[in-house]
């Protein structure tokens, strides 16, 4: 089960796609965060999301830090990123396996990838929207705007 509307965020440390040390408590009293969690690089419904962030970044705010968040290797998502001309992080959360994914309740145990799964974090570190879809179901765009814009 995803973690609930007003509970504090659960801190991580991973490595992003250019193997760089990404922890979300660096971000904590400086930008809000949109946690993105998806299921694998290189598919299809997951590629139309991270586009649509990529096309839509100014839209999220100067003080927005977009983090999203797979079970691949750094190396799969350092490729991806290239690929697909992502500029925001892709963290790995590959080892130990989706223990990130696990603290906010996206992690399919029997696939080993997580859900779709999104966290609008606030500057305090407190979760203040979220929204967990299935594997095959895309998330809205508009949703996150609105959450951002409701700080």
Not at 39 to 65: H, K, S
Not at 89 to 99: E, I, M, N, V, Y
Request: charged share 25%.
């Amino acid at each position: 089960m995803a973690i609930e509307v007003g509970s504090e965020a659960p801190g991580f440390e991973l490595k992003d796609n250019h193997g760089r040390t990404v922890r979300l408590g660096d971000l904590r009293g400086e930008k809000n965060v949109v946690l993105v969690f998806y299921p694998f690089a290189f598919t299809g419904v997951c590629t139309g999301e991270l586009r649509a962030l990529q096309e839509n970044l100014d839209r999220l705010g100067d003080d927005t830090e977009v983090l999203a968040v797979s079970n691949d290797s750094i190396h799969t998502l350092r490729v991806y990123g290239e690929q697909e001309g992502l500029e925001y992080p892709l963290l790995s959360d590959f080892w130990p396996h989706g223990a990130a994914s696990r603290a906010y309740g996206v992690l399919d145990e029997d696939k080993g990838c997580a859900v779709r799964g999104t966290f609008v974090i606030d500057k305090a570190g407190t979760v203040r929207w979220s929204v967990v879809n299935a594997l095959p179901d895309a998330r809205d765009l508009e949703d996150y705007v609105k959450a951002l814009d409701a700080l």
